[in-house]
């Protein structure tokens, strides 16, 4: 069972299990894992939610696994900032699993309600499939198409501070080659390319910047841009493939459907969503995602502040006994 909310939107939608249409399926950031959910998008009602999470069961956490401590996120990290300098990076995305599990049960419709308050510009979602278990939110859009009209829009998101704090250079330099990153490659499929000013972008209780694009491409493209796009630099690095393999070098673990992405398909439209604020979630344990975006001005403590400032969106949403 799959239900989400879309940004901006609290109508609750699912699938009615149509086995011959997929109109929802999450991505693996290493695109090799996809889980689809069968049928067409309808809308659902919170009666719906609750009978369908009253069958459910959360899987047991048999992973063993021991979240990375501060000592280590910061012994890494200093590693992680000497490979930028060295090949001159403008930026690499390093992340790490924060593990809770002081709790006996998890209310699993409380929780998906906070979150859906907690973040309304966000597209927000709670699966199980029987194996696997996750909640997220977030509002960066790798894509959106429409159908009728062939435009694509997407958006370049990096930078994240407190919503009190004031941008520093650190973050604005962080941003600009997110921008021509998705510039360059927008550019390979459409010579008219409209952007927009940089500007604050709010997720709950922090802040990124944020730049629009609105291209028109051709529907057979869709699919190859896309796979272009992904991973972006804000979930990545720049170059991409160099930081994807140093992302699998010095990461302790799998980020499986962590900084993947969504694809959402009606009709009219087909919209991808980056699914960063995400967590998976277990009977006994709860594995919350967060990375941030390093550069050759990173400071590791800050680094894991910030960290544990966005593993917020999760466990401060969440609804324990």
Not at 208 to 220: A, N, V, W, Y
Request: hydrophobic share 35%.
């Amino acid at each position: 069972m799959i239900y989400f909310k879309l940004p901006f939107n609290e109508q609750l939608y699912s699938t009615d299990h149509n086995p011959s249409i997929h109109s929802v399926s999450f991505h693996s950031f290493d695109t090799l894992v996809q889980i689809n959910f069968e049928g067409r998008i309808i809308q659902a009602s919170e009666q719906n939610l609750e009978t369908d999470l009253i069958k459910t069961n959360l899987l047991k956490d048999e992973n063993q696994l021991n979240a990375e401590t501060q000592t280590e996120y910061i012994q890494t990290l200093q590693e992680v900032i000497s490979i930028i300098k060295e090949n001159r990076l403008p930026k690499l995305v390093y992340s790490r699993r924060k593990i809770f599990r002081d709790f006996k049960a998890i209310d699993l419709k409380e929780s998906f309600k906070n979150v859906c308050s907690s973040y309304p510009n966000a597209f927000r979602y709670l699966f199980n499939d029987g194996e696997n278990a996750w909640m997220g939110a977030f509002s960066e859009v790798l894509g959106r198409f429409d159908k009728a009209t062939h435009e694509f829009e997407t958006m370049a998101l990096a930078g994240t501070l407190p919503v009190s704090e004031e941008w520093s250079e650190k973050e604005i330099e962080e941003q600009k080659p997110v921008t021509t990153y998705i510039q360059d490659i927008l550019k390979n499929y459409s010579e008219h390319l409209q952007q927009s000013e940089t500007y604050d972008h709010i997720s709950g209780n922090i802040k990124h910047l944020r730049t629009d694009f609105k291209t028109s491409i051709k529907p057979e493209d869709l699919d190859s841009l896309i796979q272009d796009l992904h991973p972006t630099p804000a979930v990545c690095g720049i170059p991409k493939d160099f930081c994807k393999e140093n992302i699998q070098r010095y990461e302790k673990y799998p980020r499986e459907l962590y900084a993947g992405y969504i694809k959402v398909e009606t009709e009219e439209s087909i919209q991808y969503f980056v699914n960063l604020r995400c967590a998976r979630l277990y009977k006994d344990a709860v594995h919350v995602f967060v990375g941030g975006g390093i550069t050759a001005q990173s400071n590791p403590e800050k680094e894991w502040i910030e960290t544990e400032l966005k593993s917020e969106a999760i466990l401060k949403n969440l609804a324990v006994s």
